[in-house]
């Protein structure tokens, strides 16, 4: 129909179904809704308009049906059929002819993976974590001083790092507030050429509005924001340093190499176009410890499986800023 509009985590399923291969048809079938709304949708052209009394904002999952989840795993494990498993669409289905449940199928798929994955490495467990390329991206703020045209002055510094090939991106602000952090992962997306499938992030107020880890609840506009640019939120859990520890290392990494001794600059501008040389400069001369290869070799394999930037643009930067990381990033 034209000028349907659709609920977001509706849209949030459109385009991560997309980016999995999946057909609009089957989409369409799968989420009951018609072909040219999928079409409309699927690779991120448009945005739909958010509309407040029908906003459906994602849903906590209560214990009750987190421990409905886990017995759907313990029913697979007692039958041992490897063709016969509960998908996530499976999970929600029966929650809702079982448990009456009226909440979104994008918040149960969320909690389904991070529940196996939970069962997979224990919490307290100290194993390294592994990521396959195009996997996740952790983000982090941190802050430091610069001076501007004279001024000392305290800047933000957003920071973002490829989990597989350790890639990074550093972007300054004079504020670290929703805007900014929105504004800052659409540079880094640039930066990188393409989107990891997660994004892993701290339970911070900028982007959850209540609860932590599995159980948060994202604030409305970055819920939009992930919906478009198709990236599964994972929030870590409290006192859980290992589950964003790349990224916390570059946030010192960043401070002693990239801002000392103290930057003297014209102004903000200025700053990050250093910051995004030094980052180019990182991304070809660096080897990460203990890895096989250099940073650039596994960003060259990396970018290849980094999901496609839709064409709408959900944030409006300053163009000049957009050509800048461009430029840089084809030197």
């Known amino acids: 129909m034209k000028g349907v509009i659709i609920e977001l985590?509706?849209?949030?399923?459109?385009?991560?179904?997309?980016?999995?291969?999946?057909?609009?048809?089957?989409?369409?079938?799968?989420?009951?809704?018609?072909?040219?709304?999928?079409?409309?949708?699927?690779e991120g052209a448009t945005h739909p308009e958010v509309r407040k009394p029908y906003q459906?904002?994602?849903?906590?999952?209560?214990?009750?049906?987190?421990?409905?989840?886990?017995?759907?795993?313990?029913?697979?494990?007692?039958?041992?059929?490897?063709?016969?498993?509960?998908?996530?669409?499976?999970?929600?289905?029966?929650?809702?002819?079982?448990?009456?449940?009226?909440?979104?199928?994008?918040?149960?798929?969320?909690?389904?993976?991070?529940?196996?994955?939970?069962?997979?490495?224990?919490p307290q467990s100290s194993v390294p974590l592994s990521y396959a390329p195009g996997e996740a991206v952790q983000i982090d703020w941190g802050e430091a001083t610069a001076y501007l045209d004279g001024q000392k002055t305290k800047v933000y510094k957003f920071c973002g790092r490829l989990?597989?090939?350790?890639?990074i991106f550093v972007q300054v602000y004079k504020a670290a507030n929703e805007e900014t952090f929105l504004e800052a992962q659409q540079l880094m997306f640039d930066f990188f050429g393409g989107i990891p499938r997660r994004v892993i992030f701290d339970n911070a107020k900028v982007a959850v509005k209540e609860g932590f880890g599995i159980y948060a609840k994202p604030q409305a506009k970055y819920f939009s924001f992930s919906s478009h640019y198709a990236f599964?939120?994972?929030?870590?859990?409290?006192?859980?340093?290992?589950?964003?520890g790349l990224v916390e290392n570059l946030v010192g990494y960043a401070r002693r190499n990239?801002?000392?001794?103290?930057?003297?600059?014209?102004?903000?501008?200025?700053?990050?176009?250093?910051?995004?040389?030094?980052?180019?400069?990182?991304?070809?001369?660096?080897?990460?410890?203990?890895?096989?290869?250099?940073?650039?070799?596994?960003?060259?394999?990396?970018?290849?499986?980094?999901?496609?930037?839709?064409?709408?643009?959900?944030?409006?930067?300053?163009?000049?800023?957009?050509?800048?990381?461009?430029?840089?990033?084809?030197?």
């Open 9 to 42: 985590d509706i849209y949030s399923a459109i385009r991560t179904q997309y980016l999995e291969g999946e057909s609009i048809r089957s989409i369409a079938r799968s989420l009951k809704i018609s072909r040219p709304t999928v079409k409309k949708y699927c």
């Open 232 to 244: 599964s939120l994972d929030f870590c859990n409290p006192a859980s340093g290992n589950e964003k």
């Open 258 to 331: 990239f801002l000392v001794p103290v930057p003297r600059v014209a102004d903000i501008d200025e700053l990050n176009r250093k910051l995004w040389n030094d980052c180019i400069s990182y991304r070809k001369k660096h080897k990460v410890e203990h890895r096989q290869n250099p940073v650039n070799v596994m960003y060259q394999e990396e970018v290849k499986f980094l999901n496609a930037i839709p064409k709408y643009r959900i944030i409006n930067v300053n163009q000049n800023i957009v050509k800048g990381i461009s430029n840089i990033c084809e030197v």
């Open 163 to 167: 989990c597989y090939s350790c890639d």
């Open 56 to 122: 459906r904002e994602p849903d906590i999952i209560t214990d009750d049906i987190k421990a409905f989840v886990l017995s759907c795993f313990k029913q697979d494990e007692d039958e041992n059929l490897k063709k016969q498993k509960h998908t996530a669409k499976k999970i929600y289905d029966r929650l809702v002819a079982e448990k009456d449940f009226n909440g979104s199928y994008s918040s149960v798929r969320i909690a389904v993976r991070k529940l196996k994955a939970e069962r997979t490495v224990p």
